[in-house]
């Protein structure tokens, strides 16, 4: 169960997700250690979807997602809703080792 470790098409730009790779949060001046596995991901998984943009962000910028949904969803997808985003087909070419 879970991918340690696996690389992602994100806004056209290829990269590294899972448990093992460390980030910081992204929401705006956040400065957070996190990493980048499917605990702090905005979405039910990497690269987000059609109501997520797949971020990384820490506990107190990731909200739990509306009810219907999985997942979780940072500040910014929670206000914006349904709303799809632009890089849906980025985000659904997801490729795991
Ligand atoms: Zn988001
Ligand atoms: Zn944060």
Redesign the pocket.
């Given at each position: 169960m879970g991918n340690m470790h696996g690389t992602i098409y994100r806004n056209g730009k290829k990269i590294d997700v899972g448990y093992g790779v460390p980030t910081t949060?992204e929401?705006p001046r956040?400065n957070?250690q996190i990493d980048r596995g499917l605990g702090y991901v905005c979405g039910n998984s990497h690269g987000g979807d059609e109501y997520s943009c797949g971020g990384y962000?820490?506990g107190?910028?990731l909200y739990g997602a509306p009810e219907g949904h999985h997942g979780n969803r940072c500040a910014l997808c929670r206000e914006r809703g349904a709303d799809p985003t632009e890089d849906l087909e980025d985000a659904m070419v997801a490729t795991f080792d």
């Open positions: 949060c929401h956040c957070e962000f820490c107190q910028h």
